[in-house]
């Protein structure tokens, strides 16, 4: 009878156990700071140091504990503009070749976090500009985007990330280390930095010539009336009537290691 009663005792106890440890599981505590692991990322990149740890974390997470840590559009931003610029500037020291064919490198699932394989488009078009189409101009959104994108896009768009993310090419803007609580001052400061040395304005003509990112993306700047808008914000231009905007070509010139502080 004690036997019968000391083996229930110890049944209760090991189910008390396994509820626990359910529980634990269910509330997906995050011991990973993603926001100073991505800050991380770039300060190693920089300093010609190894990453393979950093990435092996990035890969072995999962997108509820991505989801649960990058809680603020704040800490979105910062993270993924901070992990787009490291893997650009990663795999095209490596390979420096892939940039022969741009096209294929920026819709190639090269990068591995939390255990998918993503690609650059699909970081900038999908989570950074929220599920933006790619070809759409800024104008059209996917009608069908996936699980990942739907759990670690951002909630507002800000066409100032344009002036952040840095592509590998020479007309790319610098590469930044943007961290959450000076996010809006970054993203401000560098979008200033990125106009005054690609705006030229022909006062004799009335035309202003500005960087082909305000064309290739014109849905997220308001039209060529919020380009003005922007500029005359900037104080590159004097007021937004009469002037005629014209579209720089880029160059895509590969131009790695190319970091600024702000």
Known sequence: MKL?????????LLSCCKVKQVDFKAKNVVTTDFNSLSEQFLKQIRDNKDTKEIEDTLAN?????LDNALVTDEQKYAFWINIYNGYIQVILKEHPEYYKDRRDFFSREQINIAGEMVSFA???HGIIRKSQWGLGLGYFRKIFPDKFERKLRVNKRD???HFALNCGAKDCPPVAIYTPNRLKEQLQKGTAIYLERTTNLDAKNNIVKVT??????????????????????????QNTKDVDLSYKNYDWTLDLDNFIDL
Request: hydrophobic share 45%; no cysteine; aromatic share 10%.
């Open 4 to 12: 019968g009663i000391l083996s229930v005792a110890i049944l209760i």
């Open 212 to 237: 082909s990112l305000f064309s290739w993306f014109r849905g997220d700047f308001g039209g060529k009336n919020g380009v003005k808008k922007i500029l005359k914000e900037q104080n590159l231009i």
């Open 61 to 65: 997470t999962t997108i509820q504990e």
């Open 122 to 124: 699909k970081i900038e």
């Open 159 to 161: 066409y100032r990330i």
